[in-house]
């Protein structure tokens, strides 16, 4: 029997497929996963909440649950980063830490001296983006890319949303993460090149397949 903890995971999840759902719905999501012992799959949600559209200093509580996450892992200095990064924008908005922030930088042995916001910030973005290219990586070591090298066109781009569609050149649509896109290709019509790779969709519990290794077909030019 589903307890109340699955039941409640199952139902953030069909949100989080909602178009427009917003960042603090997967920060749910995460916290709820890391809760449950589900480490990796929390940290995945928590990167993912992390990198969506919205304020950096609403979201300081999502980097200490990951800067936690982290420490559970094992990956102590990326824990550090995070760390810095949710005192640093308690710092600047004359915000008490609270209870787990000031045991994370008990732990770590902070003190007043703070590197910069921006500076902790493109560190700590670096870390999430790393984490998507490594699901590619991984998709592509385990021999689960399904087609190669197929040209497409991004759909929408809705605000809040975390993916959108790629139109194939056959007229169907492949499912992408906003952020495995590059910057400069992220907007509605923008040409790309692109792997379709095996997934599994968590909502319907059943297998599905999505867009890995986005590029920007102006890389075909130049190459």
């Not at 700590?124 to 090298?149: D, F, H, M, P, V």
Request: aromatic content about 8%; hydrophobic content about 40%.
């Amino acid at each position: 029997m589903m307890g109340y903890a699955d039941e409640a995971e199952e139902e953030l999840l069909a949100i989080s497929k909602i178009r427009g759902c917003p960042w603090y719905i997967i920060a749910d999501l995460a916290k709820l996963r890391f809760e449950k012992g589900e480490f990796e799959d929390a940290l995945e949600s928590a990167f993912e909440a992390a990198k969506m559209f919205g304020d950096l200093k609403t979201k300081v509580n999502v980097f200490s649950l990951i800067a936690k996450i982290q420490l559970v892992l094992g990956e102590s200095e990326s824990a550090k980063n995070h760390t810095l990064l949710a005192c640093s924008i308690r710092k600047r908005n004359g915000w008490k830490y609270s209870s787990d922030l000031e045991q994370l930088a008990m732990r770590f042995g902070l003190d007043e001296r703070l590197p910069a916001q921006e500076t902790l910030f493109k560190i700590c973005e670096t870390e999430w983006k790393r984490a998507s290219n490594k699901e590619t990586e991984q998709a592509i070591n385990n021999g689960n890319i399904i087609k190669n090298s197929l040209l497409g066109t991004v759909g929408s781009i809705i605000e809040g949303r975390p993916f959108t569609f790629l139109k194939c050149e056959n007229g169907q649509d492949a499912y992408a993460r906003c952020d495995d896109i590059p910057q400069e290709s992220r907007f509605e019509g923008a040409k790309v090149i692109f792997d379709l790779a095996e997934s599994f969709d968590k909502t319907k519990n059943k297998k599905s397949v999505r867009a890995v290794g986005i590029k920007s077909q102006d890389c075909l030019k130049t190459a």
